[in-house]
């Protein structure tokens, strides 16, 4: 049998989701729902990312589509979601967040067989712009724009 990739994926969903919630609980206070601790809301996130893990495997163990077996990863697109991570966190810090965002989305759009260099700058300011409505106007936090 061959493992599918909603098998592979609910696996390692189960194993984020079971680390998130065992550490919350064993390191932070939970509180209760009326005053919630540091550790509710992980708890909350790794106990759904498990949910939906065990979820994956089910469908991966019941699936017997011939279609569903896993691909080798391509080195460019791996390569070019890692560099984005990186670039984005070191642009985060010298430029700012919405060059950084841009950053982002160029890099990590080179994972793309088809890359369009326009379309990449447009997402990137469009999310940037989100971020920065989000985070600097709605939640008050000081990050350089």
Request: glycine share 10%.
């Amino acid at each position: 049998m061959r493992a599918s990739s909603d098998l592979v994926s609910g696996l390692l969903l189960v194993a984020v989701g079971m680390t998130a919630l065992l550490h919350s609980y064993m390191h932070y206070e939970l509180g209760s729902l009326s005053r919630m601790g540091a550790g509710f809301f992980p708890a909350l996130i790794g106990g759904l990312l498990a949910i939906i893990g065990f979820t994956l495997i089910f469908l991966g163990l019941a699936s017997k589509a011939a279609d569903n077996d896993i691909r080798p990863a391509s080195p460019r697109a791996l390569l070019a979601v890692c560099s984005a991570i990186v670039g984005f966190g070191l642009a985060l810090e010298s430029l700012g967040l919405l060059p950084a965002t841009i950053v982002l989305a160029v890099l990590s759009s080179a994972a793309a067989k088809r890359f369009n260099l326009k379309q990449s700058l447009m997402i990137g300011a469009s999310l940037g712009i989100l971020a920065w409505l989000i985070f600097v106007v709605g939640l008050d936090m000081s990050i350089s724009l």
